[in-house]
């Protein structure tokens, strides 16, 4: 998957702290729609939600690199950086629209999961080999 645009929006006021920053907390929610549209990009819509087939967050790694404030205009493009066995890996990249600087980045790994079994699933071979993976 090569780097796709996965989110647009805005900082709204009640997002903000009392420093006027985007909390935390949003910063993990814009990145977990970036997450959504990310599935769609690496064709997993057609098995996540199917079969009792979910997704499952196992590790996520934040880094807040300039300020985001309160009507600021962001974007954020994803990237898939690894595909291992059962998981892989996402690399998000939230800018600043006006400025186009890098304001923060979450690196997150995911697995398919077994919402009956409660374990982790392979990563379909058909998907490695379209995204590139494995020939």
Known sequence: MKKALTYKGAVMTWECDS????NVMYYVNKFEHAGRNTNVELGLIDIVGKNDVGIVV???QIKYLREVLE???????????DIGNKAFTILHEMYNTKSKELVSTMKVVIVLFDQ???KALPFPKEKKIALGFIE
């Open 58 to 60: 196992v590790e996520q």
């Open 71 to 81: 009507d600021d205009l962001i974007y954020i493009e994803s990237t898939l950086v």
């Open 116 to 118: 009956v079994g409660r």
């Open 19 to 22: 420093n006027r920053h985007m």
